[in-house]
């Protein structure tokens, strides 16, 4: 299926910057899920949305599911060396049992 | 609680020859589902298992095929391997599939090498 938009496709940034990065489509999701991968790993979970509208954070990572229910926005504060990774924005849409992703974002801190 | 493991972590195999990957799921969880990971397409669905039965399957080949066990574990099964299946296959868990709230727990991947 119709995979995720994401943005931006990489982004390089001084340790201690903000990062934003967001995911859309042209279909709406109940649900949207950030997940985080390191090499040679699985994706990890970092946030789950379940509700337009709904902004929830998890330490210094901030999500928002959009209005519109088809976009997604997730936010890292005050980067570290630590957070260097694929996010990955990823849902099942609205009536359809499959599982969408985006193309990921690769983050790379530099200290 | 132990998390999802996958076996083998990597493997190599020659175009023609079949492979098999085993996903354990988390206690409890009865949703089994498989992707794809390439640096080219990304993460691909191939396919959701749930009590046995296959539920949901993506847009590939039916050289990729699956199964799922009374205990939940799943293995899938890629025959006739060619050089494009190379990628790392990544499995997750959930408690009851991948809709609504139901949240993916991923495996750390078999990585697979078609020469």
Same mark, same amino acid.
Request: proline share 5%; with cysteine.
């Given at each position: 299926?119709?995979?995720? *938009? ?5 982004? $390089?940034?001084?340790?201690?910057? =903000?990062?934003?990065? &967001?995911?859309?489509? +042209? ?30 954070? *998890? ?5 928002? $599911?959009?209005?519109?229910?088809? =976009?997604?926005?997730? &936010?890292?504060?005050? +980067? ?32 | ?115």
């Amino acid at each position: 299926g119709q995979q995720l *938009n994401q943005s931006p496709q990489s982004m $390089f940034i001084q340790e201690g910057e =903000d990062v934003s990065m &967001n995911c859309t489509s +042209s279909s709406i999701f109940n649900t949207w899920l950030w997940y985080k991968q390191d090499p040679g790993e699985g994706p990890v979970l970092l946030i789950a949305l379940y509700k337009a509208g709904e902004l929830t954070s *998890n330490g210094r990572l901030t999500a928002q $599911f959009g209005i519109t229910r088809k =976009d997604s926005f997730l &936010n890292i504060s005050a +980067s570290i060396p630590s957070d260097v990774g694929i996010y990955f924005c990823a849902g099942p849409p609205y009536n359809n049992n499959d599982m969408r992703f985006g193309a990921g974002t690769r983050l790379t801190v530099k200290p | 609680k132990a998390g999802v493991t996958q076996t083998p972590r990597y493997l190599i195999k020659t175009r023609g020859q079949q492979v098999t990957l085993s996903c354990s799921p988390i206690s409890g969880h009865r949703s089994v589902s498989w992707y794809q990971q390439t640096p080219g397409q990304g993460l691909q669905f191939l396919f959701e298992y749930f009590s046995e039965t296959q539920r949901n399957k993506g847009n590939f080949p039916g050289r990729f095929s699956g199964r799922q066990f009374s205990n939940s574990r799943s293995e899938m099964n890629v025959s006739t391997l060619e050089l494009g299946d190379s990628a790392l296959y990544l499995c997750a868990s959930s408690l009851a599939g991948l809709g609504g709230a139901n949240v993916l727990t991923f495996g750390a991947g078999s990585r697979l090498t078609v020469l």
